[in-house]
């Protein structure tokens, strides 16, 4: 089993960053991909970002290019999504997903583990 917390949400005005950070738990020794979604209210899951074990591999959603940066640092067990130039659209929870294996996974119905999420607020 693999916890995830997440945490660094929280109100910023548009235009502004986040930094999101995600701290694993658990069996964190076996190699697992990692994944930011988010939520907003009323509306479907959606992708924003993916990175592979190494880091080496990364892939964003269309919202989230040009303006999010997925990174981990595995000897601390953390991933980050830092987001910029940041929009009332991206109000949502954000949740920290992770997948067991090597392949980055970019669907919320294929993930094996999930954080509880952060809220963050982007007034405009």
């Known amino acids: 089993q693999v916890q995830l917390v997440e945490s660094g949400g929280g109100l910023v005005q548009a235009g502004g960053s986040l930094r999101l950070s995600c701290a694993a738990s658990g069996r964190t020794s076996s190699f697992y991909t990692a994944s930011w979604f988010r939520q907003a209210p009323g509306k479907e899951r959606e992708f924003v970002a993916a990175i592979s074990w190494g880091g080496g591999t990364t892939s964003y959603g269309e919202s989230a290019k040009g303006r999010f940066t997925i990174s981990r640092e595995n000897a601390k067990n953390t991933v980050y999504l830092q987001m910029n130039s940041l929009k009332s659209e991206d109000t949502a929870v954000y949740y920290c997903?992770?997948?067991?294996?090597?392949?980055?996974?970019?669907?919320?119905?294929?993930?094996?583990?999930w954080g509880k999420g952060t809220l963050v607020t982007v007034s405009s």
């Open positions: 997903a992770a997948k067991r294996g090597t392949r980055i996974v970019t669907t919320a119905r294929d993930m094996d583990y």
